[in-house]
């Protein structure tokens, strides 16, 4: 086995898990978003928060695979979960 080889199967296995790993917190964390910030009652945002996860999550999982690298769908899940937390922990409401 080449090196180029081994580098391209690890970039696909980092890909694998971005998509399946790394996008969960995300779409957790946006449901999350939507739960306390959508300007309904508050059962309403949480039955939409709660029905969107998994939405989210596929939705997420499509666009990490779609990545050029292994690296670079990590580090967009990485930023991207950060931002939902700031958003989701930071603002007091």
Do not use: H, K, Q
Request: proline share 3%; aromatic share 8%.
């Amino acid at each position: 086995m080449t090196a180029a080889l081994a580098r391209s199967r690890l970039d696909v296995w980092l890909r694998i898990l971005a998509a399946i790993l790394g996008t969960l917190p995300v779409a957790l964390l946006g449901s999350a978003c939507l739960a306390r910030f959508l300007p309904l009652s508050e059962d309403a945002r949480f039955a939409i928060g709660l029905t969107a996860a998994i939405p989210l999550w596929i939705t997420g999982m499509c666009f990490a695979y779609l990545a050029r690298s292994g690296a670079r769908a990590w580090l967009v899940c990485l930023l991207t979960c950060a931002a939902m937390a700031v958003v989701v922990y930071g603002i007091r409401g």
